[in-house]
């Protein structure tokens, strides 16, 4: 079995994660096995990148037919995969925080949105999309009452600096952030801190870049 | 003034839309100057890479005071703003699309999402968050008429490779793609493909690592 690697590069987890999404796709398609040139082509990239990648995993059951799918989504998921489940809650019910739950939510995976918080007296105590929906004042209490260990931040951008104390004194222990108000967390919690805005910048400036090179 | 230089790194070009954001919450605080260590301290990362970032751009005019908040605002924009306004379109007007409408034009961007595209009579022809909504079928002759650019791609996932020829057809310059299928384009399209699981399972992957190493 996996003797599991630590220390894998960021943008190694972020592929692995999207190469699982795709393998699940095939393998519910019927696909059992996947060249690695084919898994590059649909994600954009080399298929050196793909074998890297799989390579710092310790994966290399490389067939004449390609990878085995199932073989290598059991594989990757040792690699992300929490032993047990994972409990994620949403602060912020709006669009954002909607969007998010529904999406994540239909996709079977081990982490699961299982409840969100907001102040709006028309959302708190109603079930929206299969999720609870308490009041921000019981944030910490339901945080152990639930078992829940990471959140997604989908409030208000002003809201979102008075989140932090109650999420370092609930024992969150990561936080994904899409405000525009970048957080900072004490050392122990993890957090990412994303910025739908900067995507968008980015694209519109490699569009400038390719209009200026043509 | 600024001679812009090309072949900004990418990390780069996310994190100066950072800093332009933080500079421009400062500048509406009254704050004129910032030191690279504050800017730093924000965003979680040293001040050196601050400062490596700047040199990048060829931005020096670091003072006693620290950085002129207004001065580097103006000079960040002159490398990530295209000269003209940029319109951009939302394909699929759910609580994503409608979210990051809603989020992005408020903040007073030179992109601006200006039109909406979905199949849904409840919402062709309706106004949502000041954005006209059209029907997917006219989306061809809509991008022509008001001039759009870019596209996001926030319909469900089953719907996103059905877009991409009408994409290419349009002639749109640059895609970014929130659902779970990834996207490919020919040259000369930009395209950033970008699945929310991704950060959730890193942010996952690093509380197991930083546990386990506990």
Do not use: A, N, Q, S
């Given at each position: 079995m996996a003797n599991i690697p630590t220390g894998i590069p960021e943008k190694t987890i972020e592929r692995l994660s999207e190469y699982r999404r795709t393998l699940l796709k095939c393998s519910k398609q019927g696909i059992t096995h996947i060249f690695s040139h084919v898994l590059a082509g649909i994600h954009g990239i080399t298929a050196v990148q793909v074998r890297r990648d799989l390579m710092l995993i310790g994966f290399s059951s490389d067939t004449k037919k390609g990878y085995d799918v199932q073989v290598l989504i059991d594989y990757i998921g040792q690699i992300l995969d929490s032993p047990t489940n994972v409990n994620i809650a949403v602060l912020g019910m709006g669009h954002l925080g909607q969007a998010i739950t529904k999406y994540f939510n239909s996709?079977?995976?081990?982490?699961?949105?299982t409840a969100a918080f907001d102040i709006d007296p028309q959302k708190v105590g109603q079930e929206i999309d299969g999720v609870p929906c308490y009041h921000m004042d019981h944030f910490e209490e339901k945080v152990e009452e639930l078992d829940l260990s990471m959140v997604v931040v989908s409030s208000p951008t002003k809201v979102a600096p008075t989140l932090v104390l109650p999420i370092i004194n609930a024992g969150i222990k990561g936080v994904l952030n899409f405000t525009s108000t970048p957080l900072n967390f004490p050392q122990g919690i993890v957090v990412e801190n994303f910025d739908i805005t900067t995507l968008l910048e980015k694209v519109a400036y490699f569009v400038k870049e390719s209009d200026s090179n043509a």
């Open positions: 996709k079977g995976l081990k982490l699961k949105i």
